[in-house]
């Protein structure tokens, strides 16, 4: 019988504890799990809600699903799939100094694949498509991936107005900061595989898009449950087998190697397990190997992601909405906080039909959330307002639900693409049999962290 300990009861943990419960039963591999939680719920920071009228909707950074992701198949696997509610096909447009302009349509994670749609744009101008018609699809060749920024790789393959007026807001507002010097391979790496077979790339790229081997941002449908993903979560906690033991009100405030097996002190008693699995972040477990003066190091230069996500409640009769409209992207010369603001009650006639308009409203750029998240509920309500009343003259609001993310996850720029895989091999030699996943090691939203739950809980069973 083998002992697992998991430190962390965010999705990581949890899903992690469900992988490992599942392959362990269909491999009829003896353990136990206990996933050790400090506070008195699970992803307590993670998860929030609100309630209007009899309905509860989620009000936390994560609201639609995507039905090519890794977090549809788990639904599915779950037999969640009554739950989900498919989305209108509704568009994406970018707001600029101008007004709203349209988004050429055939675009892969942005990069463009119908040279005549794409002139045809009224976000650029004469001069700019002519410069795009002589820039556009330019070889290059970059030997090492890792070095690969965002901006490096469409400047070099389109140019720097395309990258500029289209490009860097439509991915800014879907991956949750600024992209420009974020890892290309870290990030978006179905790119970095085009980066690859840089002899064809546009050719590699049209033919991911015509698969539909991977999602595409700027158009298509999307699903989210009928419940939220609080009791998503608890969903999973609840087809966990008599194998898992959950502890709420616990904190691990050391952990040490004896006898060949790993002792996590819990309050004032020791416990010991055959492997550890550490979800919670650095700044939680770094006290414990405060003699690793590499591990201390590796995390003392890092960047974290603040987010800042608003929810906006209005009557239907009081916003005149572009039924069409599924989400509006602010172009970073605009230089608003906003960042884009996604049409909740347009996607899904559902939430329309209560008689609502809802709204989430993003501040994801960093220097505008750096410059909001001190600052009072009521002071960020007066500036979301006056900057929807851009797009919305007469704005007017019912509730405003305001969620502020602190360090959500790490800023993957090049240095941390260069050190990623070096702190990951070097983790695997140093500390055998711990396991470091979720916010504990990478950059990572929340499809990456069921598959790297997934992949854990494989590898960690085949060792036993």
């Given at each position: ?12 943990g949890?899903t992690t504890?469900?992988?490992l ?7 009829s591999?003896k ?6 939680e400090?506070?008195s ?18 009000s ?7 039905n090519?992701?890794?977090l ?7 037999g969640?799939y009554?739950?989900?509610i ?20 055939k ?6 694949l ?12 004469f001069?700019d498509?002519i ?15 890792s ?8 400047i ?19 991956y ?23 002899s ?7 033919n ?6 991977v ?14 993903l609080?009791s ?13 033991f959950?502890e ?25 397990y055959d492997?550890?699995i ?6 939680e477990f ?9 591990l ?11 987010n ?6 209005c009557?239907?009769?009081s ?18 906080f906003?960042?884009?603001v996604?049409?909740?009650s ?19 750029r ?15 309500e ?12 007469n ?21 941390y ?5 070096e702190?990951?091999?070097y ?25 790297e739950a ?7 069973i085949?060792?036993?």
């Amino acid at each position: 019988m083998k002992n697992i300990a998991i430190i962390g009861g965010g999705i990581s943990g949890v899903t992690t504890a469900y992988f490992l419960d599942r392959l362990a039963s269909s491999k009829s591999k003896k353990i136990n799990i206990d996933i050790i939680e400090k506070n008195s719920e699970f992803a307590k920071d993670k998860l929030n809600k609100f309630q209007y009228g009899q309905e509860i909707y989620d009000s936390g950074w994560h609201n639609s699903i995507n039905n090519n992701s890794v977090l549809f198949q788990f639904m599915l696997e779950l037999g969640l799939y009554r739950y989900l509610i498919k989305s209108k096909n509704t568009s994406k447009v970018i707001y600029t100094k101008s007004g709203l302009k349209n988004i050429p349509k055939k675009m892969l994670f942005g990069y463009p694949l119908d040279r005549n749609e794409l002139l045809a744009s009224d976000l650029l101008s004469f001069k700019d498509k002519i410069s795009i018609l002589f820039g556009l699809y330019n070889k290059f060749n970059f030997r090492n991936l890792s070095i690969i920024s965002v901006k490096d790789f469409f400047i070099n393959n389109t140019n720097s107005k395309f990258y500029n007026k289209i490009v860097e807001p439509i991915l800014t507002s879907h991956y949750g900061s600024d992209i420009s010097n974020q890892s290309l391979s870290l990030v978006i790496p179905q790119l970095a595989f085009a980066t690859i077979k840089n002899s064809d790339i546009k050719n590699v790229i049209e033919n991911m898009y015509s698969n539909n081997v991977v999602d595409n941002i700027t158009s298509g449908y999307e699903y989210i449950l009928k419940f939220t993903l609080r009791s998503f979560l608890e969903n999973i906690e609840s087809n966990l087998g008599n194998k898992v033991f959950t502890e709420f009100n616990n904190e691990v405030t050391n952990i040490e190697k004896e006898d060949g097996k790993y002792a996590l002190t819990i309050g004032n008693k020791k416990r010991y397990y055959d492997y550890v699995i550490i979800s919670v972040k650095h700044t939680e477990f770094l006290e414990w190997f405060k003699e690793d003066r590499k591990l201390i190091n590796y995390y003392k230069d890092l960047k974290f992601i603040s987010n800042i996500v608003i929810t906006i409640i209005c009557k239907k009769d009081s916003l005149m909405i572009n039924p069409e409209i599924g989400e509006i992207i602010f172009d970073k010369q605009v230089d608003s906080f906003i960042t884009n603001v996604e049409y909740v009650s347009n996607k899904w006639v559902e939430i329309k039909s209560k008689n609502i308009h809802m709204l989430r409203v993003y501040v994801k750029r960093q220097s505008k959330v750096n410059k909001l998240i001190n600052k009072s509920d009521k002071e960020i309500e007066n500036i979301i307002s006056n900057e929807l009343k851009s797009i919305h003259k007469n704005f007017t609001f019912e509730k405003m639900y305001i969620n502020k993310i602190e360090n959500n996850y790490m800023y993957a720029d090049i240095k941390y693409s260069k050190y990623i895989h070096e702190i990951g091999e070097y983790l695997a030699r140093a500390y055998d049999r711990i396991y470091f996943i979720g916010n504990s090691k990478k950059a990572i939203n929340l499809e990456n962290t069921i598959l790297e739950a997934r992949e854990t809980a494989k590898n960690l069973i085949e060792l036993i």
